[in-house]
């Protein structure tokens, strides 16, 4: 299996610009998670979401954040406008349901290191 | 959840056995410990988990305390690519919130030639 997959892995972009993180997580899978990583926050849950449905946002920062995930192979993070205060590494991860309540763990991808300048 | 808490950080020798500890206090009798680690440059990577017995898999082994209130992961034989980001957290493993994995600071552990 090839992992979770991010794109682009690295991202240089002008404030105000669009910006869209994709992710393809293993398949079978039917958890996505986005999460954010800064020095000063560390590692946030921005968004999860469950057989493609949104579960819990309220790690979304604002309204600039959005996060889709049209089928159970894809899932997009979009900024719109970007601005410098969210240069962050951005992961994905996914996991599966093993039985009844448990799950496995989540697999995290290898994240997306977002610079606006 | 219940808070962690651990040092920031720790050393240890190649071809040592590394112990990083964990403190849980306020852990609840659901919850489960589990512990994920962090190379850098790459994403959090699942170590192990348990819930009041000791466990072992391939990777490392976690003593957890007979009152749960803190527990030890512990890496056998550490090597070089080791040298990671530990973060121990408790969450429920099931019901509503069982999804959230909430990271604290971790213990950077350092394993030296």
């Given at each position: ?117 | ?57 391939e990777m490392a082994s ?52």
């Amino acid at each position: 299996d090839a992992g979770v997959i991010q794109s682009p892995r690295h991202e240089v972009t002008e404030m105000g610009q669009e910006v869209t993180l994709r992710c393809k997580p293993i398949s079978g899978h039917n958890s996505l998670f986005w999460y954010r990583q800064t020095m000063m926050r560390g590692l946030e849950l921005l968004i999860y979401f469950n057989n493609n449905v949104p579960i819990d946002d309220s790690g979304m920062p604002e309204d600039r954040f959005s996060a889709k995930m049209p089928n159970a192979s894809f899932s997009t993070l979009k900024i719109q406008p970007s601005e410098p205060r969210d240069s962050a590494v951005y992961f994905c991860a996914s996991r599966t349901k093993v039985a009844g309540d448990d799950f496995h763990e989540q697999f995290f991808g290898p994240g997306t290191r977002l610079t606006v300048l | 959840d219940a808070k962690t808490t651990q040092p920031p950080s720790m050393d240890c020798a190649e071809g040592r056995a590394a112990n990083l500890p964990c403190n849980h206090s306020t852990i609840s009798g659901n919850e489960y410990v589990y512990w994920y680690r962090q190379i850098h440059s790459q994403g959090p990577q699942y170590i192990i988990h348990g819930l009041k017995n000791n466990e072992t898999n391939e990777m490392a082994s976690l003593i957890i305390t007979e009152d749960r209130k803190s527990s030890t992961l512990i890496l056998p034989h550490a090597t070089l690519r080791d040298t990671a980001v530990y973060y121990c957290i408790v969450r429920p493993n099931s019901g509503g919130s069982n999804y959230k994995l909430t990271f604290g600071k971790g213990t950077l552990l350092t394993v030296n030639p």
